[in-house]
């Protein structure tokens, strides 16, 4: 039996997408687009990668943050 792991189908699936050349997208294909990152995100998010990226970005947001004050 064949298993296929949703984030990195859903990975795959947004990294294709997001090659494509922005001039040719329309915004129903834009908004898919939009869709299946969110997809990814929620899928992703429970996961230690997913708990690693976000508590990344959480530092990065902080530093970010202060560094403009």
């Known amino acids: ?3 296929i792991n949703l984030g990195l189908l859903l990975a795959v699936i947004v990294f294709v ?6 001039e040719s997208r ?7 687009t939009v869709i299946i990152v969110l997809a990814l995100g929620v899928v ?8 690693g990226i976000g508590e990344f970005l959480g530092q ?3 530093g970010v943050t ?3 004050r």
């Open 1 to 3: 039996m064949l298993t």
């Open 17 to 22: 997408r997001l090659r494509r050349r922005t």
């Open 26 to 32: 329309s915004r129903n294909d834009e908004k898919l």
């Open 44 to 51: 992703i998010v429970p996961t230690p990668v997913g708990q």
């Open 60 to 62: 990065l947001a902080v």
């Open 66 to 68: 202060d560094s403009s």
